[in-house]
């Protein structure tokens, strides 16, 4: 499986734009890169996801390196609700597993 | 829609009891996934399904059975509850194609003494 790397935890201030990087090095040309984020006891929710070209939705953007070697989910105005652990996924081409990462846990300062 | 439904919430199981923790989605996904997460920590696969009547294991599947008889359900099986088993469980469900995204439930917190 391509493996992601995240560093363990970042801090950010209330509404201000936070960049959350993503390696994944051994990615292959069919790979999608996913993102979820998981809030304080619930479950892992989907945040964004692409394959080649920067994404945007409601939520946040994707921006992906050239080479798709490494990944940046940007939050552009973090909120204190923003505070969790956010995961970056390489969907494989078979489309079977989906594993997780240790992610990053995101702390927002008031 | 109630999309990805976990029961029970939380259980309480003595060692070597059994229990099934069930899991059911009404999106008509093919895919179905299960998860442990312990304490601090990451979500590691168990067990996962492309669809009714095939499994396969993920990264931890010891002490763990699963089967799929119907596209909306995926039940986990504990045979014989371990003190390492207390974790919170997680179910997710998605579409065949990678581009898609999945669905989690809420969780089943599963504390064994």
Known sequence: DAKTTQPNSMESNEEEPVHLPCNHSTISGTDYIHWYRQLPSQGPEYVIHGLTSNVNNRMASLAIAEDRKSSTLILHRATLRDAAVYYCILRESSGDKLTFGTGTRLAVRP | ?113
Request: hydrophobic share 35%.
């Open chain 2, 1 to 113: 829609n109630a999309g990805v439904t976990q029961t029970p919430k939380f259980r309480i199981l003595k060692i070597g009891q059994s229990m099934t923790l069930q899991c059911a989605q009404d999106m008509n996904h093919n895919y179905m996934y299960w998860y442990r997460q312990d304490p601090g920590m990451g979500l590691k696969l168990i067990y996962y399904s492309v669809g009714a009547g095939i499994t396969d294991k993920g990264e931890v599947p010891n002490g763990y059975n699963v089967s799929r008889s119907t596209t909306e359900d995926f039940p986990l099986r504990l045979e014989l509850a371990a003190p390492s088993q207390t974790s919170v469980y997680f179910c997710a469900s998605s579409y065949l194609e990678q581009g898609q995204m999945a669905f989690f439930g809420q969780g089943t917190r599963l504390t064994v003494v």
